[in-house]
């Protein structure tokens, strides 16, 4: 069993940093992609995708990931859990797994359901993503990668704190 030595303060907040940082960066990538799967072109649209979109993937980014770190709050701060869940690193490698292909499934026609728009009083039928896969994939993902950490052999090896 990994045994963790006493890390410093500092070390724990860079860890933490850039498993927020590359959620934030993988959630925005992931939203901007859906958001262009259903762009359908046209001035508003194009202002749209380009100035409206990405503020509101950065929210719903952001939200995700406070969601999901109160969330795993016990991985954090339960030495036992944390232990456990570093032991078994390759679980949120195939939680991460999953949560892409659910997105992904989500978007083909089998999944996708079809829905009728009114613009400008024309009748205009679209298929959209299956949105409970969506949730699930993209909260699935969203927690893994936030909550990934390296195998405890890769940290044993570069260790700051050896004795």
């Not at 016990?74 to 195939?94: A, E, G, M, N, Q």
């Not at 996708?112 to 009083?121: A, P």
């Not at 205009?124 to 993503?129: A, G, N």
């Amino acid at each position: 069993m990994y045994k963790i030595k006493k890390s410093t303060y500092i070390s724990e907040i860079i860890i933490t940093l850039i498993q927020v940082g590359a959620t934030f960066i993988v959630l925005m990538l992931t939203y901007m992609l859906f958001a262009l799967i259903d762009y359908s072109g046209g001035i508003n649209g194009f202002i749209g995708i380009t100035f409206i979109q990405p503020v509101f993937a950065a929210i719903v980014s952001f939200v995700s990931i406070v969601f999901c770190f109160l969330l795993g709050l016990p991985i954090r701060l339960s030495t036992r859990i944390k232990h456990w869940w570093i032991d078994h690193f390759y679980l949120p490698l195939i939680i991460i797994i999953v949560g892409i292909v659910l997105m992904s499934l989500s978007v083909i026609p089998f999944f996708s359901k079809e829905i009728v728009d009114f613009t400008d009083g024309s009748e205009i039928k679209r298929m959209v993503p299956n949105l409970t896969m969506i949730i699930s994939g993209w909260f699935l993902t969203t927690f893994s990668i936030l909550h990934t950490y390296p195998p405890s052999k890769l940290i044993e090896k570069f260790s700051i704190n050896k004795q």
